[in-house]
Nanobody, 118 residues
Framework: QVQLVESGGGLVQPGGSLRLSCAASGFSFSIYTMRWYRQAPGKERELVAGISSAGGSISYVDSVKGRFTISRDNAKNTVYLQMNSLKPEDTAVYYC???????????WGQGTQVTVSS
């Protein structure tokens, strides 16, 4: 079955960096678009970044452009989110996501907490 396991979250000071990883299994990772979402307390889940199957198409929400970088390693079935110049408003649980091309069902990881605070 599809499994997405995020790691790399933690507590970081404003201006700091974190690198999130999402290890995928149970599906043909290399042909699927992968996405990172986040959800802050009291807010709706927000799409942060997406990357196409071969990495040729990448998109970001405006609030993270120039600070976050999404990438993938299809040999390792892993997608990454490099987060630099972190701000307190980046505090959220970050989720890895993919969507079935046949059923359009969304698959989610368990999430990893990112807290930006001094």
């Amino acid at each position: 079955q599809v499994q997405l396991v995020e790691s790399g979250g933690g507590l970081v000071q404003p201006g700091g960096s974190l690198r999130l990883s999402c290890a995928a299994s149970g599906f043909s990772f290399s042909i699927y678009t992968m996405r990172w979402y986040r959800q802050a307390p009291g807010k709706e889940r927000e799409l942060v970044a997406g990357i196409s199957s071969a990495g040729g198409s990448i998109s970001y929400v405006d609030s993270v452009k120039g600070r976050f970088t999404i990438s993938r390693d299809n040999a390792k079935n892993t997608v990454y989110l490099q987060m630099n110049s972190l701000k307190p408003e980046d505090t959220a649980v970050y989720y890895c996501n993919t969507r079935s091309m046949s059923t359009l069902h969304d698959y989610w990881g368990q999430g990893t907490q990112v807290t930006v605070s001094s």
